[in-house]
Every structure is written in structure tokens, then in C-alpha cells.
């Protein structure tokens, strides 16, 4: 499937659900993001222009499907993650409830990570497997450096391959993405850079 039917196939999935495909002529949106899922607006966005756009098409669908197929873990999870996200955008310390949501937040996007490698395959979109999967590590990774600097990175993308190329070519286990002692010295260098 390539890149043109992919989209066709998020946007008729989408739709059969009563959720809407935006796809905006940009780079990022909000100056930060990819993309987003929004069940509350129920729309899907994305920025048409991102470098990693089909990358990042894949993995907001993926949100999608976490919340049509797993409703009991999206609503579990997503009010600490929008916990997280809140603290994001104030200037709030650090706290216990703040860390226990990210380790809510880790978990939600590593299990979109894993629907989005499985999709990858099945569908057999114009993805590497590999490539994919060190982009998902350190974009799972970059949330203990998201908490330590209290934003997102502003500037370098962690998507970049002198940050991916080292990372391991198979998804981390959740339980060692939790753990920020997995980040070498090297690659935690490399990743504070892009703050």
C-alpha cells in the first residue's frame, strides 16, 4: 500500500467511526507536534508537511485504534495522560503524580508503537521496520528528557538519525523504556542536545 492509499484507508476507517481526517499544509502543529488524536473533537490531525508525515499518519491512527478496540485502557490511561500534558504547559515542578503519568503516558504510545509495527506489516506501507522501530525507541525514550527539561524538544527532532541509528533496531520492553537509566551517556548527550 502506498503512501496516497494509506491515507484513503485511515480516512474511510476514520470516518466509519464518525471521526474526521485533517491534514494541515504545515511542518508541525502548535510548533511542536506531528499530530494528534482527538477523541473529544473526534478528529484526526496531522501535519501534511512533517518529514516523518506517514510515520506520524501511522501512529496517530494507531491512537485511533487503541480507542476504538481497547476503550477500557484509552480511558484508563488518558486522563493521566492529559495530566501529563497539562504539566507540560505550566511551569509546575516535578511531583510523584507528574512521574506516575508518565510512566501512563509510556505506556499508551508504546502500545501504539507496537499496533503501528504490526500495521506496517500487515498493510505492507512504504515503512522500514527498522527505521520505524529506533524512531519509536527514541520518541518512547525522549519522555524522561521531556520531563527533566519541562518541554518538548525545540531544537532538533529525536526522529533524526544521528539519534535513531543508535538505537536498537527492536522495540525496548516497556519496562526498560520506563527506566532512564537505558539512555548511554552518548545518546543522552545527543537527545539533550534537541532541548
Known sequence: MNRNQFIEFV???????G???????????????????ADGSRRLTVARHHVNFTGILL?????????????T????????????????DSR????????????????LEYDCE???LKLIKKLHLPLSVEIYTQKANAYLLSYHLITTHHRWP???????????????????PLRR????AVLTEDVLKMMNKCF
Not at 73 to 88: G, I, S, V
Not at 95 to 102: E, F, G, R
Not at 177 to 180: A, D, P, R, T
Open 73 to 88: 485502557l484509552w480511558n484508563k490511561l488518558l486522563w493521566k495522560n492529559n495530566y501529563f500534558f497539562e504539566w507540560l
Open 114 to 116: 507496537r499496533r503501528a
Open 11 to 17: 480516512r474511510n476507517d476514520l470516518a466509519s467511526h
Open 177 to 180: 523504556i520506563c527506566n532512564e
Open 154 to 172: 525545540e531544537n532538533k527532532s529525536v526522529y533524526r538519525s544521528a539519534i535513531s541509528k543508535h538505537m536498537p533496531i527492536k522495540l525496548l
Open 92 to 107: 509546575k515542578p516535578v511531583s510523584k503524580k507528574v512521574l506516575d503519568a508518565k510512566i501512563a503516558v509510556l505506556t
Open 59 to 71: 501512529h496517530e491512527y494507531c491512537h485511533f485504534r487503541q480507542w476504538i478496540e481497547d476503550r
Open 19 to 37: 471521526v474526521k481526517l485533517v491534514l494541515v499544509n504545515a511542518r508541525s502543529l502548535s510548533n511542536k507536534y506531528g499530530g494528534w488524536y
